[in-house]
């Protein structure tokens, strides 16, 4: 999670422009997106009985 932040930071600062941040910037927030996404069905698999991890 912490090289993600760095990335993000990173791409910020070094590139002036929008491209290459809003990039980073999308990546970003996909990936956080599918982390809460994964922990939430985990967490409804686990309430519901149905297994998990």
């Known amino acids: 999670m912490k090289s993600i932040e760095k990335l993000l930071f990173e791409g910020f600062e070094v590139v002036d422009g929008g491209l290459f941040f809003s990039f980073f910037w999308n990546f970003g927030v996909f990936t956080l997106s599918f982390i809460l996404g ?7 698999r686990r ?6 991890f």
């Open 38 to 44: 994964e922990l939430e069905i985990g967490l409804f």
């Open 47 to 52: 309430a519901n009985g149905i297994g998990g």
